[in-house]
């Protein structure tokens, strides 16, 4: 009885509850479309797409493809979900067909062919693709939701072998290219009428609304051009109006962009390869040309008009203007530059184009389009329109008036001992101990680091700190050079044969065998050029030899050789290749020779190239040179048959050149071994050193403004031999007497000149001592100064000559 009560009052309160809550409840109102109570409604499916509506998929004979997944919207353009698809194929007239492509129901896979259906003996439906080889053009529609997609168009053809770039075809029945497809003329307001020949391709090709792209030269920066492609296939039918739409893509984007109606667009100087990716695949079809500068003008403003000479006082920014021109008289824009320049350590040039100098100074100013960064191209197209190659400016010579101090760093060879000198205080540095005698020595441009070359170790040596920092075992040798950029040194090691690039941070980069004599780096770091030699070991002498051996972040490890020994090496102003010391003196270009065989842009045609060809440069005998900033001279010396120096002046350019009377040939390189591609030279001077006996030239030392140069050598004589160039015609050869104050100088075996160019610092023999040889108030250079005496002892606890010096700038004042 109780349990009947308790059902009964159950029913009473929770039914009425519930149907309350029944009563309460809404149903989301329909939205329509057009805003009213009836018709389509919103959230509902509208439109369905495939893509690539217009291009649709290219097949070979028997290739599986895939649909893309559809995208459904509603009348507001809003996504929304199907839960499935179907999917058919049939004819441009509408009816059905499932023998040229087919297509899985459920799934969008596609089939060159006809898909398996009802096999039997457990193959699963769907899973083998049966070529028919049949040709032609069939749709997909995809369904769902009560509403058909778009018809994509699926292109079925015979195996695609190979696509060429190539010109425009003009005769669509016996050579047609993809300007004569059917498909070519989808974006057009008008259809084709098809050939009879069964081709497929259009009697007439479609007019491309903008010029073909070159066929045999380079496109203007900003300039669009209709690329055209040949397609052939297996047995070498021409396809080109059977595979539909190509899709191209340039290797490197930032030299040309190509729109989906392949329209290209030309942007950064350069080569690229183009791929056309056609049945789900790519292929190389050509390559595509942005023609580089043949010109690069640079100045600096000075006062109200621009100059290619300027003073700017320490600290001051100032900028650099360039102008560009292409073959075309196209002005260039957006160009990556390398800005460089001779004396970084006081002048150093900003990316920025403009130039900051730190310490009081000369140095020359240039712009170097300089691939990979600019005007890149594929290696085996390099030469090809002029792209994959530098193009260098003019010079700009800037002057910072002022004088500064010096820290100077001396030591020798026969020494274990290092001292510095800090020409702000009023005593000598203490001696510092190496572990090992150096045999060289070199300083980083930014002047914080030394590196000293031993037969038994690497030594770093800080020039903040006044002490090693590092020793490294594993690269025992000589030193040769530094880049300007502080990250590699050129290092030898005459017993394993080795010349090494190597990392200033402590690993070798790469190596190459042989042993180096002398090595210089490009402004910009990305080229060293080194001359080699043969080491006798019983004797411990290289004797140089007629092996050059260059490499370049481009090319990598370069060797070539030379018609004779080559004793020495100096970088070109502006950078467009180098000089050597020999009988006779001679240059390389970084100009290569380019032979090119085959039609470009094609990628049958091919690109040869000979690197750092000679420059046609033959001058007197010389055991060390060197170059002047102002790019008009080549100073050298030598004892051979008694001690001379020669002033090779670069002097007007060869026909064809762009560059302003004298100097070296800028601009572009030309295409082949032209006369524009020599250095043109004349002997300005050669005279006999005064009052000089030499075993050995050991250096020629120009100052940063091109002024006057000093040669230092072993022997006798007690003199500095000086030369003060010209602009044009001979020179004026000259003697500093050496100071007897700290005893009898016997000659200046090494010296390095001070950034501000109003010393000299000579490390002499006989005396031991550093002499230090200054501009006087004239313009004249004496040596009236009391010199140093680093007293360097030797093992023996004997005084020796300071024959390794390296300095840098600091303020005047501490």
């Known amino acids: 009885m109780r349990r009947f009560a308790t059902l009964v009052f159950l029913l009473l309160f929770t039914i009425p ?103 039997g003996g457990g193959i699963a ?48 029945v016996n050579d047609p290219a993809t300007n004569c497809s059917p498909a070519a003329f989808v974006t057009q307001t008008t259809t084709c009428a098809q050939t009879t020949n069964g081709n497929g391709c259009c009697t007439v090709p479609v007019t491309p609304t903008v010029n073909a792209v070159a066929a045999t030269g380079c496109v203007s920066q900003s300039v669009t051009s209709q690329l055209a492609a040949r397609v052939l296939a297996g047995n070498g039918a021409n396809i080109s109006c059977q595979v539909g739409h190509l899709s191209y893509a340039p290797q ?8 989906q109606n392949g329209v290209a667009t030309a942007q950064q100087p350069g080569s690229t390869v183009i791929t056309a990716n056609i049945s789900n695949a790519g292929s190389s079809a050509g390559f595509f040309s942005t023609c580089p500068p043949v010109s690069i003008n640079l100045t600096a403003t000075n ?53 900051t100098p730190i310490f009081p100074g000369a140095a020359a100013i240039t712009a170097v389009c300089q691939p990979p960064t600019c005007n890149p191209s594929p290696f085996n197209q390099i030469g090809l329109f002029g792209n994959g190659k530098a193009i260098t400016s003019n010079p700009v010579l800037v002057t910072a008036p002022g004088t500064n101090s010096t820290n100077l760093y001396i030591a020798s060879t026969n020494s274990f001992y290092l001292v510095p000198v800090d020409f702000t205080q009023t005593q000598l540095g203490s001696p510092v101990r190496l572990p090992y005698q150096p045999n060289s020595m070199v300083i980083s441009n930014d002047g914080s680091t030394i590196y000293m070359g031993s037969s038994f170790e690497l030594m770093t040596f800080s020039a903040t700190s006044n002490s090693i920092s590092a020793q490294d075992t594993t690269v025992p040798g000589i030193v040769l050079a530094v880049s300007p950029d502080g990250t590699t040194l050129v290092l030898t090691d005459p017993i394993r044969q080795f010349v090494y690039l190597y990392s200033t941070k402590g690993s070798i980069l790469t190596q190459y065998g042989g042993v180096g004599t002398h090595a210089v780096f490009s402004p910009d770091s990305t080229t060293v050029y080194i001359t080699l030699g043969d080491y006798n070991s019983s004797t411990g002498v290289t004797t140089p030899n007629n092996t050059l051996l260059v490499h370049s972040a481009f090319t990598g490890w370069y060797p070539t050789t030379s018609s004779q020994p080559t004793t020495d090496v100096a970088i070109g102003v502006p950078s467009v290749g180098a000089f050597f010391g020999g009988n006779p003196t001679t240059a390389r270009s970084y100009c290569p020779v380019t032979t090119t065989i085959g039609v470009p842009p094609t990628t049958s045609s091919t690109t040869t190239n000979l690197f750092y060809p000679d420059a046609g440069v033959l001058g007197p005998q010389t055991d060390r040179i060197a170059t002047t900033n102002d790019g008009l001279h080549v100073l050298g010396a030598t004892v051979t048959p008694t001690p001379t120096l020669t002033d090779l002046a670069i002097g007007t350019p060869a026909s064809g050149s762009t560059a302003a009377a004298p100097g070296l040939p800028v601009g572009q390189c030309p295409a082949a071994d032209t006369p524009a591609q020599k250095f043109p030279t004349t002997t300005a001077f050669t005279g006999a050193l005064p009052g000089v006996t030499a075993s050995a030239i050991t250096g020629v030392f120009p100052t940063s403004d091109s002024k006057i140069a000093f040669v230092t050598y072993q022997g006798s004589g007690a003199v500095v031999p000086t030369y003060t160039p010209q602009a044009t015609g001979a020179g004026t050869l000259g003697s500093i007497p050496l100071s007897t104050a700290l005893g009898t100088p016997v000659a200046p075996v090494a010296g390095v000149v001070s950034a501000d160019n109003l010393t000299f610092f000579v490390g002499t023999s006989g005396d031991n001592a550093v002499h230090l040889i200054t501009k006087q108030t004239d313009g004249t250079y004496k040596d009236t100064t009391t010199p140093i005496a680093p007293k360097l002892p030797d093992v023996n606890g004997n005084i020796v000559a300071p024959n390794l010096l390296v300095q840098k700038p600091r303020k005047a004042t501490s």
């Open 17 to 119: 509850f519930g149907v309350s809550i029944s009563g309460c409840s809404k149903k989301t109102a329909t939205v329509f479309c057009n805003g009213g109570d009836t018709g389509p409604a919103v959230g509902q499916v509208s439109n369905i797409a495939l893509q690539p509506k217009i291009f649709g998929v290219s097949l070979n004979f028997a290739q599986i493809g895939q649909v893309t997944t559809p995208t459904a919207i509603d009348c507001k353009g809003t996504a929304v979900t199907v839960s499935s698809y179907t999917y058919a194929t049939f004819l441009p007239n509408g009816q059905p067909d499932m023998t040229i492509a087919d297509v899985q129901p459920t799934t969008g896979r596609l089939c060159a062919g006809t898909w398996n259906r009802n096999t």
């Open 303 to 355: 006062g109200t008009s621009n100059s290619t000479s300027v003073t700017v006082n320490p600290n001051n920014v100032q900028p650099i203007n360039y102008v560009a021109v292409d073959k075309n008289q196209t002005v260039l824009t957006g160009l990556t530059l390398n800005f460089e320049s001779t004396t970084p350590t006081t002048i150093p040039a900003a990316s920025a184009a403009s130039v």
């Open 252 to 259: 490197i984007a930032s030299i040309v962009t190509i729109d």
């Open 125 to 172: 439906d769907f899973t083998t693709c049966n070529p028919t080889n049949k040709s032609g053009t069939v749709y997909v529609v995809a369904n769902g939701g009560g509403v058909s997609s778009n018809p994509l168009p699926i292109f079925v053809h015979p195996v695609v072998t190979n696509v060429t770039l190539g010109a425009l075809s003009t005769d669509c």
